[in-house]
């Protein structure tokens, strides 16, 4: 296993609620990259932090953002949910320089 | 054009057989390219790394070819267990932070 994990695993919303997902990097890893991957798609690329900080944004609205924690947990939060916004959702924690990123079990959001 | 493109299959093959994935990227400034795989409703897990020499672990070998912008993965003898989805992944940077881009995935299936 990669010792990255993430909370929940499961989750039900409505359209225009908001979510919020957790995720623990692996130990000695600090910087958290947040994915996600509709269903038959590859991962997309949502946002990265560094040091508490966002450092580098994919393709995604700002109702999409993120936290980092000075252990270098991190949380992504989702505003006002949309349909389109049902997916699994990814971290991956790893060591700023190292371009090896080592991937969460994901928590799947469904949204009705 | 997406960054990653490859074949979304499916791929059904006997047990035993030789099976071949490929791939293309757009960026010819990438530095780094991956396989990763993916079982049914879990994460990815990085396969192998893919080299400009090309590179072999057991049964699995994985070849780059940067002036075509084309990446292989030949899996011999396949297994039961070989079945589940290629992510053919390149590495590419997006205002200082290190993103994976992934291609749609192959599914690949392993009859007995």
């Known amino acids: 296993e990669t010792g990255v994990t993430q909370s929940p695993t499961h989750l039900i919303k409505t359209r225009g609620q908001q979510v919020t997902l957790r995720c623990s990097s692996q130990s000695g890893h600090n910087t958290v990259s947040w994915y996600q991957q509709a269903l038959g798609q590859g991962p997309q690329f949502i946002f990265q932090?560094?040091?508490?900080?966002?450092?580098g944004r994919g393709n995604f609205p700002p109702r999409f953002s993120g936290l980092q924690f000075p252990n270098y947990s991190s949380e992504l939060n989702v505003n006002a949910l949309e349909l389109d916004d049902s997916a699994l959702y990814l971290c991956a924690s790893s060591f700023k320089g190292f371009e090896t990123q080592y991937f969460g079990p994901g928590t799947r959001l469904l949204v009705l | 054009r997406k960054e990653v493109e490859q074949d979304p299959g499916p791929f059904n093959v006997p047990e035993g057989a030789t099976v071949a994935f490929n791939c293309t990227y757009s960026?010819?400034?990438?530095?780094?390219f991956f396989w990763y795989r993916q079982d049914c409703r879990k994460e990815p897990k990085l396969l192998m790394s893919v080299y400009s020499s090309g590179n072999e672990d057991g049964r699995f070998t994985a070849q780059l070819n940067r002036a075509s912008q084309y990446i292989s993965l030949l899996i011999r003898d396949s297994k039961l267990s070989d079945s589940a989805t290629y992510l053919c992944?390149?590495?590419?940077?997006?205002?200082?932070?290190?993103?994976?881009?992934f291609g749609q995935g192959t599914r690949l299936t392993i009859n007995p």
């Open positions: 960026n010819s400034a990438s530095q780094s």
């Open positions: 932090y560094y040091r508490e900080e966002e450092n």
């Open positions: 992944v390149v590495n590419a940077f997006i205002q200082g932070a290190q993103k994976l881009v």
